[in-house]
């Protein structure tokens, strides 16, 4: 049975954002943003596609990036690179933002048990 590594498991900045304005600022972020993410191996997976709430209401946009590892998503989210467009997002939207770890393949719900 595969055991949780976050050595070895990917992880994945997670945004939801909302009101976003759509403006010169926005479109410079999104054209800049794929060349920060290239050093340290992200990729986009999620990136405001369409959206069906299957409960309660979703009134924004998720953007889910993947990374090798948590120490390169947080590597990628404070480098210099970043952080000198992050204020042309965080500027023109509202939302949150985190850093999750993935599981490995093979994974089984049931392997949360032992951290209860």
């Not at 070895?8 to 410079?28: F, H, N």
């Not at 770890?101 to 951290?115: C, F, I, M």
């Amino acid at each position: 049975m595969p055991t949780l590594d976050s050595k070895s498991c990917s992880a994945y900045a997670i945004a939801y954002l909302r009101d976003v304005e759509a403006g010169r600022e926005i479109v410079e972020y999104i054209k800049r943003i794929d060349a920060t993410l290239e050093p340290f191996g992200g990729r986009f997976l999620v990136h405001g596609g369409a959206l069906t709430a299957m409960e309660g209401e979703w009134p924004g946009d998720v953007i889910i990036i993947e990374f090798p590892s948590r120490d390169d998503a947080f590597a990628w989210y404070n480098s210099s690179a970043y952080q000198e467009i992050l204020p042309l997002r965080t500027e023109h939207s509202n939302g949150i933002a985190a850093v999750i770890e993935g599981v490995p393949q093979g994974y089984r719900a049931t392997e949360k048990l032992s951290q209860l």
